[in-house]
């Protein structure tokens, strides 16, 4: 497998409605190309940020056909299929390889409480539904599952386990997965501390943000990767700034939302209820920062 494909920066792409609130095909189809044209070469479709768990599992499949159809080729395709049940994962899974993903990335299964078994064997099932590839997905925060080192020792000793998006804060045990699991991909998912994770080690980053920063997260990558951390941190802070002003909407992925229509005309539509639009007050001071 060419793991090179999967190091870099992945923008964890929104889903485009329509005024109706609908899943807009053009939408999505207008927003892969403006990223293409930033320079993004990954895609994590269908996550938290493509509001995976506000769409019916006939908007699932077509956000992750319609966004394959349209990067493939172009880019590195990770399809999120994660649920609170294997039966429907593995679904969504055995249906990201049909349309030609790279590999196949799932939340721990979230709400019930299961054991490390229960959840290993979820990221079995997922693997043998897809032939692909698995990056497992976490993000205590959201999904309220904490794992230590021993709890990703279990996951992790799986071949089919490519790697993990690890959107936690705990730097000190992302240190530890990489010295111990360096030829794991792992991917830092805070984008406020995409530096943080790339200086320890990090193969690449997932993020919301990236749908309109992708430029400058891909300069921030460079620079890693040349070894001028002083212009990496420095650039970090300014985009920072922007981040904490998207933080200020309430929701980032709405905030995102308007800034892609602000700075690339490409409109994608509100977030689906209970979220929606950012507030008006935020969208009068968008044009004071420069995106
Ligand atoms: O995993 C994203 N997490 C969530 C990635 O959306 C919950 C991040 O990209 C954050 O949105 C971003 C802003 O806090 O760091």
Not at 66 to 81: C, D, F, N
Not at 155 to 170: A, H, M, Q, W
Not at 191 to 202: I, Q, R, V, Y
Request: charged share 25%.
């Amino acid at each position: 497998m060419d793991k090179q494909a999967f190091r870099g920066i992945f923008s964890a792409l929104l889903t485009a409605f329509d005024a109706a609130g609908e899943f807009s095909e053009a939408g999505q189809r207008a927003m892969i190309r403006a990223e293409l044209q930033a320079g993004i070469r990954g895609f994590y479709v269908g996550g938290s940020t493509g509001e995976a768990f506000l769409l019916s599992p006939e908007e699932r499949e077509a956000v992750m056909r319609v966004s394959a159809e349209e990067a493939k080729g172009k880019a590195t395709l990770i399809a999120h299929v994660g649920d609170l049940s294997t039966r429907a994962a593995a679904r969504y899974a055995e249906k990201a390889a049909r349309f030609g993903y790279d590999a196949i990335s799932s939340v721990t299964p979230f709400y019930y409480k299961y054991t490390p078994e229960q959840i290993a064997g979820y990221y079995r099932d997922l693997a043998e539904a897809s032939g692909l590839p698995v990056i497992l997905y976490y993000i205590p925060a959201l999904s309220g599952v904490g794992m230590d080192r021993a709890a990703f020792d279990g996951l992790l000793s799986d071949e089919r386990i490519l790697g993990v998006k690890y959107t936690g804060s705990d730097y000190y045990l992302f240190e530890r997965l990489r010295r111990a699991y360096p030829d794991k991909i792992l991917y830092n998912g805070y984008d406020e501390t995409c530096l943080c994770g790339l200086a320890m080690g990090a193969d690449g980053a997932i993020g919301s943000t990236y749908n309109v920063m992708g430029e400058q997260f891909l300069r921030l990558y460079a620079l890693v990767k040349e070894g001028k951390l002083d212009e990496a941190r420095a650039l970090q802070h300014t985009l920072n700034d922007r981040i904490a002003f998207l933080l200020e909407a309430g929701d980032v992925k709405a905030a995102v939302k308007y800034v892609m229509r602000e700075k690339y005309g490409v409109d994608v539509g509100v977030c689906r209820a209970p979220g929606g639009d950012a507030p008006s007050q935020w969208k009068e001071r968008v044009k004071a920062y420069d995106f």
